[in-house]
């Protein structure tokens, strides 16, 4: 099936993993969520590969917008929903198959009026839908100890406290407003980066992003939400692009997940399953080296894949799963 798939050349968006993701849950068919719609490249390729009808979740307005250039072909068969695939789980009553992309998009971080990317100058935004905080709320008004704990939890950014040190006294000269503006600040807190090393603000941009738009929390409402939803013999995958989200889904997984059977050859597997979960995919699926030749993009992408069984879904704890905290929202859940 995955050999039916294919984006065009000219498509600056392509998807990552999408042809290992086809591989491991096929055969596809009935009804697939996209969580993460973005430019549509999983959405298409669940269409070509048998899909009967995907509903693409997305709270960006462009995604939707951008939609508008390829959805003709497929319309009687796509639903857009505008929304936070935390919530996935209201879209419909029952899904065959689940499709999670996370992370910031290229469509995103190539517009600098988004202000994602710390290579464009722009506003300081970094919001997916435009509402709440914007990543300027948090660098001009949050507290030093708050900043730094964003940069350090949500970034695994190592030197948090010196760089907010330095957030607080250059908005004391006046409000940082744009990209680059912040991405000197943090430049100028590190050491020049060596050839092959990612920019220095890459960890401090990941955390306030993140921070922005709550990913965390929406990836562990998600997984939830998610095993809600799909039908005994549905299928969900997660594509994840750092380690700390990659570390989420895994030890959902293994919470979630049925423990490796060892069969008799010559008996037969009358396993009854005690698990949401079977796990296709035993260790992460990283991309080809010829994926990553052609899209820098796919170089950290994992993937993760699982099926669900008829054992009912349950609620997992944040700290279950790892899923790194401010101390206040701690505090709000207790």
């Known amino acids: 099936m995955a050999g039916r798939t294919r984006i065009p050349d ?3 968006h392509i998807p990552v993993l999408l042809a290992p993701l086809l591989e491991a849950v096929a055969p596809v068919a009935g009804i697939w ?3 993460t719609l ?3 490249g999983y959405t298409r390729g669940l269409l070509e590969a048998g899909a009967d009808h995907v509903i693409g979740i997305d709270r960006d307005p462009l995604a939707h917008e951008m939609a508008l250039d390829w959805i003709a072909p497929f319309a009687a068969r796509v639903t857009l929903v505008e929304g936070n695939f935390s919530r996935l789980d209201e879209v419909c009553d029952a899904a065959d198959g689940v499709v999670l992309d996370l992370g910031v998009s290229s469509m995103q971080l190539d517009r600098a009026e988004r202000g994602f990317s710390f290579m464009r100058d722009g506003p300081l935004d970094m919001r997916m839908g435009g509402d709440g905080r914007s990543a300027a709320d948090i660098v001009n008004d949050a507290g030093e100890a708050e900043i730094a704990d964003i940069l350090y939890l949500y970034g695994e950014e190592r030197a948090s ?15 940082i407003e744009t990209t680059l503006q912040l991405a000197g600040i943090v430049e100028a807190c590190l050491p020049r980066a060596k050839p092959g090393q990612s920019h220095p603000a890459t960890r401090s941009f990941q955390g306030l992003r993140i921070a922005v738009n709550g990913e965390y929390d929406a990836l562990w409402q998600g997984l939830m939400a998610a095993e809600r939803v799909l039908r005994p013999g549905g299928r969900l995958a997660v594509v994840t692009f750092h380690s700390v989200e990659d570390r989420m889904v895994k030890r959902f997984f293994q919470l979630h997940g049925e423990p490796k059977r060892h069969v008799n050859r010559y008996g037969h597997d009358d396993h009854t399953p005690t698990q949401p979960f079977d796990l296709l995919t035993r260790k992460a699926v990283a991309a080809s080296d ?7 993009r796919a170089r950290s992408a ?7 069984t008829s054992v009912p879904a349950r609620d997992v704890a944040a700290a279950e799963i790892a899923m ?6 701690i505090k709000r859940r207790r």
Do not use: F, H, T, Y
């Open 302 to 308: 994992k993937l993760r894949v699982a099926r669900r």
């Open 38 to 40: 973005g430019a549509g």
């Open 10 to 12: 000219a498509d600056p």
């Open 33 to 35: 969520i996209d969580g």
């Open 324 to 329: 790194p905290q401010m101390i206040q929202n």
């Open 290 to 296: 010829d994926e990553r030749a052609v899209n820098p």
């Open 161 to 175: 406290r010196r760089i907010a040190k330095a957030i607080v006294a250059a908005r004391a000269e006046g409000p």
